[in-house]
């Protein structure tokens, strides 16, 4: 079958990319400095000598082409070293934070995907009008507001002043918000995912709705919308099923490439919640040089980047028969 | 009765630069079984008064005044979904271009037989079988494997075979053919046109067909409409106005070539008027040749100068030596 083909000649292609890509991060990488000197910057009793063995520890001292072969090679067989912070496994502490972010992200962007519908829809169908106005506004607002500032006002209403819901984490500390006392672990997630979800769902909304809103008016004039009514299809089959498909493939576009990028998408709202996810590990990881730290997940949101767009293209030839896939 | 009486109808579009008078103060109707010509430049609001019928005019415009009466009835008064209901059963389209009117992300048996489905309450498979059956009767090939393909896999005149027998599916007794070879190579012109003539001549349906081709209405018509600039300029059958038009006819008809006559091709000098401010009296006087103060003052009635020949023009019987 050529769609089973189409899919490994796709991801044979992903192998130079993910080589390439990781070789130019290493690069970057290096150039940035020197973790051990980083580390160690605030420690006047620490000799040169003692640096020196660090770096030798940590294989630093080698040509960085061995340094990176080295690592190649460790990547190809599924290892990505240990931290240089605290000794543990990168892909131990990878596995304990993905999980986390990922619940966070996708749940965001699967809701921020379907609420879109239908107020994209209804706000094209109904250009102008005061409805069209406030979704507009409502979208604007969310483009435009920082993420950190939504989340500081939501955590000072709903966690400081009326205490119902958890400010940080993704588990745990019940006694932060006594109001409704509730002791299910599921319940405590869902508790703790209601203000980091809603900042992202918010921010994510508002990128969806534009882009419908702007493909339905664009669809709602072609000919064969007009050519459905003529034929007596009632308005609410033409507009979700024959205008909907036709204006929905930027935002397919669009949700591909938030899956993709969704963990590394978030570091601002998981450091705003401090949220045990992979962003914020990321960022802490990049100020600390934490170097098998930084290329773990470097390859890991490469990887999820690959597949994504993959995914996307797949569901693109599927919606719209005219896109061939070869 | 007539099938269709369009009496005084005024559709306007209240765009932003002004209120466009794209069908003002149309009146024509139409016979049972009839072949009608509408005809007239691009402008003229040929299209707008079709789909004032169809009451799909799209945004901004709106009809605002006047009757159709389709089989006695108003349809301007019935409601939305009453309304609905004559859309492609009772009442049909064909569009200009057969490719932007079919969906592209459906498969032809897919978008069809949804209309059969709307309207006859019928299972997918039941539909189906009526949709094989109307593109056999199109003459397009394989109709048992085209129900199963895209737009895009067939040319523009299998399109538009397609795009007929969407509006023919229901037996309408009313189609609509908006300029339906404009788009065509002059070969599949013909065939077209061969088609519209054979299938109304089979179904003894009545036809309207909106053309700025006077060619085609000399081929087909019995009875022609001709509109300029959202005014009925002169209605009558195609005889009278071949041989008595107003002259605005007279103007469309000397730039047409013909094979048999050596004369030069007489364009009709200007353009169109801008309908937010359209002229004053008679609305082709300023591209008249015949125009006088009078017609620049008073705009002419539409009025039956015999035959059931109906005239809109202040000159029309003085130019034609006074013998009406």
Avoid at chain 2, 4 to 12: D, F, G, M, P
Avoid at chain 2, 103 to 132: C, M, R, W, Y
Avoid at chain 2, 141 to 167: E, L, T, V
Wanted: hydrophobic share 45%; proline share 6%.
């Amino acid at each position: 079958m050529g769609l089973a083909k189409y899919i490994i000649r796709r991801a044979i292609y992903m192998v130079p990319l993910i080589i390439g890509i990781s070789l130019v991060s290493f690069l970057v990488m290096y150039a940035a400095g020197d973790p051990i000197q980083l580390a160690t910057a605030g420690n006047p009793s620490i000799t040169e000598a003692q640096r020196q063995f660090l770096r030798e520890y940590y294989g630093l001292n080698d040509p960085i082409p061995v340094q990176y072969l080295r690592w190649l090679d460790h990547f190809i067989h599924g290892d990505f070293g240990k931290s240089l912070y605290g000794g543990r496994p990168v892909n131990e502490i990878i596995s304990s934070l993905v999980w986390e972010t990922a619940k966070l992200q996708l749940i965001s962007i699967l809701l921020a995907f379907f609420i879109s519908i239908p107020a994209g829809v209804y706000s094209a169908v109904k250009q102008r009008s005061a409805a069209d106005y406030t979704v507009s506004s409502v979208a604007i607002f969310g483009i435009s507001v920082p993420v950190f500032w939504f989340g500081i006002v939501l955590i000072l209403v709903f966690s400081y002043y009326l205490g119902w819901l958890p400010s940080a984490g993704a588990h745990g500390a019940p006694y932060l918000w006594p109001v409704f006392g509730i002791k299910n672990e599921f319940l405590d997630e869902l508790a703790h995912l209601v203000l980091p979800v809603t900042v992202l769902t918010f921010a994510n909304l508002a990128y969806n709705v534009r882009l419908l809103r702007a493909g339905m008016l664009e669809v709602l004039r072609q000919d064969y919308i007009l050519a459905a009514r003529a034929s007596g299809i009632p308005e609410r089959k033409i507009l979700y099923k024959y205008a909907l498909k036709n204006a929905i493939t930027p935002l397919l576009t669009l949700l591909g490439l938030s899956i993709g990028t969704m963990l590394a998408g978030a570091p601002v709202t998981e450091t705003v919640f401090s949220w045990p996810g992979l962003g914020r590990a990321y960022v802490t990881a990049s100020l600390r040089l934490d170097f098998p730290l930084i290329m773990g997940i470097t390859m890991i949101i490469t990887i999820m980047i690959l597949i994504a767009n993959l995914v996307t293209d797949l569901v693109y030839a599927w919606v719209d028969p005219r896109v061939t896939i070869d | 009765m007539n099938l269709l009486e369009i009496e005084n109808l005024k559709t306007y579009f209240f765009t932003e630069a002004g209120v466009v008078k794209a069908v003002d103060d149309v009146t024509l109707s139409v016979e049972r079984g009839c072949t009608v010509g509408l005809v007239g430049e691009s402008g003229s609001g040929k299209s707008v008064t079709a789909q004032s019928v169809l009451r799909i005019v799209p945004r901004p415009g709106k009809i605002i005044g006047g009757k159709i009466l389709f089989n006695g009835e108003d349809l301007l008064i019935k409601k939305e979904e009453e309304m609905r209901k004559y859309r492609g059963k009772k009442i049909s389209l064909i569009f200009q271009d057969p490719t932007s009117s079919l969906n592209p992300l459906f498969t032809i048996g897919s978008q069809l037989a949804d209309i059969v489905i709307e309207h006859e309450k019928v299972k997918k498979d039941e539909a189906l079988e009526q949709v094989v059956k109307a593109l056999r009767i199109v003459k397009l090939p394989d109709p048992d494997h085209a129900i199963y393909q895209y737009p895009h896999q067939f040319s523009g005149g299998m399109k538009q075979r397609i795009c007929i027998a969407r509006a023919l599916l229901l037996n309408p007794e009313l189609l609509f053919a908006d300029e339906p070879t404009t788009n065509l190579d002059v070969t599949i012109q013909a065939q077209i046109i061969a088609l519209l003539k054979d299938l109304q001549r089979e179904f003894g349906m009545t036809l309207v067909m909106i053309t700025h081709d006077m060619g085609i209405v000399a081929e087909m018509c019995k009875y022609v409409v001709v509109l300029y600039a959202g005014n009925v300029m002169e209605s009558g059958s195609i005889e009278e106005i071949f041989e008595r038009p107003h002259p605005y006819t007279e103007a469309l008809l000397k730039a047409v070539p013909r094979l048999d006559e050596t004369r030069k091709l007489i364009s009709i000098p200007g353009n169109i008027p801008n309908l937010i401010d359209p002229p004053s009296g008679c609305r082709f006087h300023p591209r008249c040749q015949y125009a006088i103060d009078l017609c620049k003052e008073r705009k002419p009635e539409l009025e039956d100068v015999g035959n059931s020949h109906f005239i809109s023009c202040h000159r029309w019987r003085e130019l034609q030596g006074g013998r009406y």
